[in-house]
T-cell receptor, first 115, second 115 residues
Framework: DAGVIQSPRHEVTEMGQEVTLRCKPI?????LFWYRQTMMRGLELLIY????????DSGMPEDRFSAKMPNASFSTLKIQPSEPRDSAVYFC?????????????FGQGTRLTVV | AQKVTQAQTEISVVEKEDVTLDCVYE???????LFWYKQPPSGELVFLIR??????QNEISGRYSWNFQKSTSSFNFTITASQVVDSAVYFC????????????FGSGTRLSIRP
């Protein structure tokens, strides 16, 4: 398996524009996580899915952020409208059974810059 | 509340020195899992080790060793004979069996190995 695949790797956009980040998890992994990493706040869990269903979105900063998982092999994180404070690295991760202690496998991240 | 604390923000040592990265966790749960991840300058998060709360046996893998002590709620990571390639940010993380798979990360320790 190629691992967790995220696209794009880098995104530069203007404030107010819509941004869509994409993730393809490892096949067979039932859990998918979206994290945001900044210098100030470290790694923050935004939302996670189990079997394509959102389980906990309490980390989503505000209504400008939304995430979907239409099928087991694809998820998106959308920011609309984007703001400069959304600049960060966004990671997607997948795991077979984290509640049983299996580790999460991370994608290479998307570095988002909002100017 | 559950929490992971990595008190050392940055460590810098000369190559070939031994270095220990501290991790202290807080939880009242009896079943949980602890992890270490490495984030090299390239940015991806790489899984290093997992320990469950019932297994206090220390582990050694080459130059890496981990010391898990429930009595002090610590899960420390030692690199012996450090090398420049060990330079990275290291994260300690916690998953509670009861928390439906949320991964709680510490703030990370940035390790710099000087030649």
């Amino acid at each position: 398996d190629a691992g967790v695949i995220q696209s794009p790797r880098h995104e530069v956009t203007e404030m107010g524009q819509e941004v869509t980040l994409r993730c393809k998890p490892i096949s067979g992994h039932d859990y998918l996580f979206w994290y945001r990493q900044t210098m100030m706040r470290g790694l923050e869990l935004l939302i996670y899915f189990n079997n394509n269903v959102p389980i906990d979105d309490s980390g989503m900063p505000e209504d400008r952020f939304s995430a979907k998982m239409p099928n087991a092999s694809f998820s998106t994180l959308k920011i609309q409208p984007s703001e400069p404070r959304d600049s960060a690295v966004y990671f997607c991760a997948s795991s077979p059974q984290p509640g049983r202690g299996t580790e999460a496998f991370f994608g290479q991240g998307t570095r988002l810059t909002v100017v | 509340a559950q929490k992971v604390t990595q008190a050392q923000t940055e460590i810098s040592v000369v190559e070939k020195e031994d270095v220990t990265l501290d991790c202290v966790y807080e939880t009242r749960d009896t079943t949980y899992y602890l992890f270490w991840y490495k984030q090299p300058p390239s940015g991806e998060l790489v899984f290093l080790i997992r320990r469950n709360s019932f297994d206090e046996q220390n582990e050694i893998s080459g130059r890496y060793s981990w010391n898990f002590q429930k009595s002090t709620s610590s899960f420390n990571f030692t690199i012996t004979a450090s090398q420049v390639v060990d330079s990275a940010v290291y994260f300690c993380a916690l998953i509670l069996y009861s928390s439906a798979s949320k991964i709680i990360f510490g703030s990370g320790t940035r390790l710099s190995i000087r030649p």
